[in-house]
């Protein structure tokens, strides 16, 4: 085991007897501490304002990004239900329904990659402040 030897301890100046001070100075340092606490209360609510608003815009423009494709999705599949009534053969059944198939996998992956760089661009929004 190894032998750790802690550095010496600097010896500690003795705190200022804040009653042996005059009362112009007490109250001087009384304000400024009550100052400094209401600067610091300030800056708190402004960050908790800005952090609620971030995140409250954020969640908005992905919700309002998901209603988007969802009525778009909804869209697409009220399409292929009035398509579904024109056709003629199971051939042309099964060619249609590959197609919309594809198309629809495609618009899904352009959705999910949408919905993602939102998330990212919204994370840091959301991370920054402080």
């Given at each position: 085991m190894a032998?750790?030897?802690m550095p010496p301890k600097e010896p500690v100046a003795p705190p200022r007897d804040f009653a042996s001070q005059p009362l112009e100075r007490q109250a001087d340092q009384i304000k400024d501490t009550l100052d400094n606490l209401v600067t610091s209360t300030k800056k708190a609510t402004d960050l908790l304002k800005d952090a609620s608003s971030s995140s409250?815009?954020?969640a908005c423009e992905y919700n309002s990004k998901l209603m988007e494709f969802a009525v778009a999705n909804n869209q697409a599949n009220m399409d292929w239900a009035r398509k579904l009534?024109?056709?003629r053969s199971p051939a042309?059944?099964?060619g249609?329904?590959?197609e919309h198939a594809r198309v629809q996998f495609?618009?899904?992956a352009r959705q999910a990659k949408e919905l993602s760089a939102l998330a990212a661009h919204v994370v840091p929004k959301v991370g920054d402040m402080h």
């Open positions: 032998n750790i030897q409250l815009q954020a009534t024109e056709f042309d059944f099964i249609a329904m590959g495609d618009t899904f």
